[in-house]
């Protein structure tokens, strides 16, 4: 009766062993995860954190529940150019103002008024250093999640 008791048990441990999964594989069968091998990320040279925003060619007006009221105008005596939002009816869709200025010496200079952190806010302003020449300028609202171009016009410095 013993030995019915010692093999008994002997057999109850190798089942629990085959259960609990305890055999392991030889070695030809074992296989090392691959691991991923990180590529390095080109770090952006951009002065401002912001979406890619795409730019319509013509110009359009933005729907009236949309409107929002912008103030572009060229400073003396340094040439600046400033963008003011002053905020309007639509301003709960905008989500950002991008405005892309060509200089009269062929230089593209882009700015986002949205910071990557919050929407524009009313009195939120860009400021461009323009040139004493004629500066294209075009501006971009996105509202409601579409990109329209509200303004591209040049700004010439005027001295009255």
């Not at 441990?13 to 594989?25: H, R």
Request: proline content about 8%; charged content about 20%; hydrophobic content about 35%.
């Amino acid at each position: 009766m013993k030995d019915t008791i010692k093999i008994s048990a002997v057999v109850l441990l190798v089942v629990c062993a085959l259960l609990a999964g305890c055999t392991s594989p030889t070695a030809s069968e074992l296989k090392p995860a691959e691991t991923p091998v990180p590529t390095p990320v080109p770090t952006p040279v951009s002065t401002s954190v912001a979406t890619v925003v795409a730019t319509p060619d013509a110009v359009e007006t933005l729907p009236a529940e949309q409107y929002v009221d912008l103030t572009l105008q060229k400073q003396r005596p340094d040439s600046s150019i400033h963008l003011l939002y002053n905020g309007g009816k639509g301003e709960i869709y905008v989500q950002n103002i991008f405005m892309k200025v060509t200089l009269s010496n062929g230089k593209v200079i882009e700015q986002y008024m949205n910071d990557g952190n919050r929407r524009p806010r009313r009195g939120d302003e860009l400021v461009i250093e323009g040139t004493r020449g004629t500066d294209q300028v075009q501006v971009f609202v996105t509202s409601a999640g579409r990109t329209y171009k509200v303004r591209d016009e040049p700004l010439i410095l005027s001295y009255l």
